[in-house]
C-alpha cells in the first residue's frame, strides 16, 4: 500500500499571504489529522477530519482551517500567515474512524512551510 | 490536564551501549501510547502501540513497555542507524484519533 502522501514539500510564503497544503491518506483510510511541528512547541493537534467533517479541533486560531473530499484527500489552509506559522506541518491518517483500539496513525513525509 | 512527558531530552550512546528512554503521561482511560522514531526533516515513522499495563511489544533492537502511569522504549545494542528522536504519544478517550505528544527524546548512537 502507498503510504500517506502530502503536497507540496516544501513552500515559502510571505507574511499576509494564505497557503494551501494538502494531503492523501492512505487507500481506506478516512480518518485524517494535521498536526503543526515545531522546534519550540513540539508536535501540536491541529484537527482531525472523517467523513468531510471535522470533529476535533486544537487550540489554534481561525486562521487555520481544513476541509475532506469525499475521497478521504484532505486540505489545510492558513489565511494571514504570521512568521510563527513557519513550521513542518503533518498529515496522519488511520483506518478506525472512532479511534479505538487495534488502529494506528501513520503520518506522512510534512510540507515544510517558511514564513518571511 | 492530559500531559506526557518524556527524559532524557537527549542521550548520547556508544554502539552496543543498551540503553532506556522513558516516557510519563497523566491520561485518564488511556486509550493507547504510541512510539513513534522520526528523522531530521521527515514525517514520524510508526513504532509501536500499547493498550494495557504490563503489555510489551518488540522489533529489532526495540522493546516497548507500558504500566499504568509511564511507558519505556528500550534499545539493546544499538547502532548508529537508530540515531533519531523517539517521540510519545497518548490517545484519549472520547479524543478520536488526536494524539497528544511528548516532545521526544533525541537519541545518538556514535560508532
Known amino acids: 500500500k502507498a503510504g500517506v502522501t502530502q503536497t507540496p514539500r516544501y513552500l515559502i510564503k510571505t507574511r499576509g499571504q494564505q497557503v494551501t497544503l494538502s494531503c492523501s491518506p492512505i487507500?481506506?483510510?478516512?480518518?485524517v489529522s494535521w498536526y503543526q511541528q515545531t522546534p519550540g512547541q513540539g508536535l501540536q493537534f491541529l484537527f482531525e477530519?472523517?467523513?468531510?467533517?471535522?470533529?476535533n479541533k486544537g487550540n489554534f486560531p481561525g486562521r487555520f482551517s481544513g476541509r475532506q473530499f469525499s475521497n478521504s484527500r484532505s486540505e489545510m489552509n492558513v489565511s494571514t500567515l504570521e512568521l510563527g506559522d513557519s513550521a513542518l506541518y503533518l498529515c496522519?491518517?488511520?483506518?478506525?474512524?472512532?479511534?479505538?483500539?487495534?488502529?494506528?496513525?501513520?503520518f506522512g513525509p510534512g510540507t515544510r512551510l517558511t514564513v518571511t | 490536564e492530559d500531559q506526557v512527558t518524556q527524559s532524557p531530552e537527549a542521550l548520547r550512546l556508544q554502539e552496543g551501549e543498551s540503553s532506556s528512554l522513558n516516557c510519563s503521561y497523566t491520561?485518564?482511560?488511556?486509550?493507547?501510547l504510541f512510539w513513534y522514531r522520526q528523522d531530521p526533516g521527515k514525517g514520524p515513522e510508526f513504532l509501536f502501540t500499547?493498550?494495557?499495563a504490563g503489555e510489551e511489544k518488540e522489533k529489532e533492537r526495540l522493546k516497548a513497555t507500558l504500566t499504568k502511569k509511564e511507558s519505556f522504549l528500550h534499545i539493546t545494542a544499538p547502532k548508529p542507524e537508530d540515531s533519531a528522536t523517539y517521540l510519545c504519544?497518548?490517545?484519549?478517550?472520547?479524543?478520536?484519533?488526536?494524539?497528544?505528544f511528548g516532545a521526544g527524546t533525541r537519541l545518538a548512537v556514535h560508532p
Open positions: 491520561v485518564s482511560g488511556l486509550r493507547g
Open positions: 487507500s481506506g483510510h478516512r480518518s
Open positions: 496522519a491518517s488511520s483506518g478506525d474512524p472512532q479511534g479505538s483500539m487495534g488502529y494506528e496513525q501513520y
Open positions: 500499547l493498550y494495557s
Open positions: 504519544a497518548v490517545r484519549r478517550p472520547g479524543g478520536y484519533n488526536k494524539l497528544i
Open positions: 477530519y472523517f467523513s468531510e467533517t471535522q470533529r
